[in-house]
């Protein structure tokens, strides 16, 4: 698929690999922190590259929320539907999952907020 912004074509073929590539998916105690983390790390990675690449036009917040939704939350959330049925439903403790922490660091990129 191609991407477009303000008529120009943007090049993403350096892109990072696909997320199912190298992703240990579960240790032995079927825990699948490894893969979560493993997961982030991917979609920080893919992030920072379209961040670089889009940094001189500075997208509106629209453009990067179909970023978001279309390419960088796929990775993140890629084999969600095993790890995230079997995760510890701990709410208290939700916002320091891996996926949380990035979504996160998203909006904190998205609304400029650094803190």
Avoid at 31 to 54: G, H, V
Avoid at 97 to 102: A, H, K
Wanted: with cysteine.
């Amino acid at each position: 698929p191609e991407l477009w912004f303000s008529r120009r074509k943007l090049d993403l073929r350096d892109t990072p690999a696909s997320p199912w590539t190298t992703t240990p998916w579960s240790t032995a105690s079927g825990s699948f922190t490894l893969a979560m983390n493993a997961l982030r790390d991917k979609t920080c990675r893919a992030f920072y590259a379209i961040k670089n690449r889009l940094y001189k036009i500075k997208p509106p917040i629209q453009i990067w929320l179909k970023i978001f939704d279309n390419v960088i939350k796929p990775i993140l959330l890629y084999g969600s539907e095993v790890w995230g049925a079997l995760m510890n439903h701990k709410y208290k403790k939700w916002d320091e999952s891996p996926t949380e922490r990035f979504h996160l660091e998203f909006c904190k990129h998205l609304l400029q907020v650094h803190r």
